[in-house]
């Protein structure tokens, strides 16, 4: 299912979520909506739902107008799949019966899998790896197997588009990681397109094809997890994204010269245009190189040290600001050192 947002906004009373978003959504491309509480993420879901009506613009799916003024078409009619944050499961049915429920009930479930619904059931939980867990009720369920068991209701009338809200945040730290690998199989495996909106920048990084960072109802940047990543385009993504420090100090052509340096430029070609015009040079913090107080540089002193196993977690404080950096290299606290840019890293920014 190909889907357009044609300068959608949407409005609640004075309040507006959305302004004028445009977005294109390929068939079967992952995409995640990618922003802090509030940013209009979740509104713009509901839409694609069928939850919330625009108040101005249009919805199409596969060249159909399925929200816009005047027109609604429900969830059921929509070929839809969702899945919520909180599981939304129904304590008095089995494992089984959550994934036969959509078959049966869903308007737009194809006649192929309503013919063959215990074979389509049996299907969905081989691929869910719950098959083992048919018969289990909600609340023998631990909270992998709940979401797990969510995501198979929700791909099990085979949809053409999975909408994901937060699906992974009451999770904890391990179980994200391995949900994570399940829902990109649910996705090789169902080749539905699928709108995934999380806060999470490790979770939109890992699995979209695309991710679209909202700021206050407005689209700020839209890319791959690379192009995202590596080459933010404002102040809010570098910093929200990619966690850069933003270095002050001013521009020569493609050279930067950073405030407060000694003796050191660092190429900026692709640099975005708004840094530059600013002044400014975001650097991740694991683009610094740290090493011992040096006579170029950018000096600083170690304010606080977190060991990470493979890395270490550094705070420094300079003359002119303090820098969160990530290095392999050990520091003491109250150390004296020099932060430049590693030589790999500032043609690939």
């Not at 020569?252 to 002044?279: C, L, Q, R």
Request: charge should be neutral; aromatic fraction near 6%.
């Amino acid at each position: 299912m190909s889907i357009q947002i044609q300068q959608v906004s949407k409005s609640f009373g004075s309040y507006q979520a959305l302004h004028s978003i445009d977005l294109t959504i390929k068939d079967g491309e992952f995409v995640a909506i990618l922003g802090p509480s509030g940013c209009g993420k979740t509104t713009l879901l509901r839409i694609l739902a069928g939850f919330e009506q625009p108040s101005s613009g249009n919805v199409l799916m596969d060249g159909k107008v399925v929200a816009g003024s005047g027109t609604l078409l429900p969830p059921e009619k929509r070929r839809i799949g969702m899945v919520f944050q909180s599981f939304a499961l129904w304590p008095h049915m089995n494992v089984s019966e959550h994934v036969r429920f959509p078959i049966r009930t869903h308007k737009s479930t194809p006649p192929h899998i309503k013919n063959n619904e215990q074979n389509r059931i049996q299907e969905v939980l081989n691929m869910s790896g719950l098959s083992h867990l048919a018969e289990r009720m909600p609340h023998e369920l631990s909270g992998g197997q709940k979401q797990r068991v969510a995501i198979a209701r929700a791909i099990a009338p085979q949809p053409s588009l999975l909408l994901m809200d937060e699906p992974l945040s009451s999770l904890d730290a391990m179980l994200r990681m391995d949900m994570r690998r399940e829902i990109q199989q649910v996705h090789r495996n169902t080749k539905s397109a699928v709108v995934y909106v999380t806060h999470d920048q490790g979770e939109a990084l890992a699995m979209a094809d695309r991710i679209i960072v909202m700021k206050d109802g407005r689209i700020e940047q839209a890319g791959t997890p690379q192009e995202i990543y590596l080459r933010p385009e404002t102040e809010f993504v570098a910093r929200f994204v990619s966690k850069s420090n933003l270095v002050k100090g001013h521009w020569d052509a493609d050279m930067f010269i950073p405030e407060g340096g000694t003796n050191i430029a660092w190429p900026g070609k692709h640099v975005a245009n708004y840094f530059k015009s600013n002044g400014l040079y975001p650097v991740r913090p694991d683009e610094f190189h740290l090493q011992p107080s040096s006579e170029a540089g950018i000096m600083g002193e170690i304010a606080n040290v977190q060991f990470q196993g493979k890395e270490f977690h550094y705070d420094i404080r300079s003359d002119t600001k303090r820098w969160e950096v990530i290095s392999p290299l050990p520091f003491a606290l109250n150390e004296q050192v020099s932060l430049s840019l590693s030589s790999v890293s500032g043609e690939g920014v």
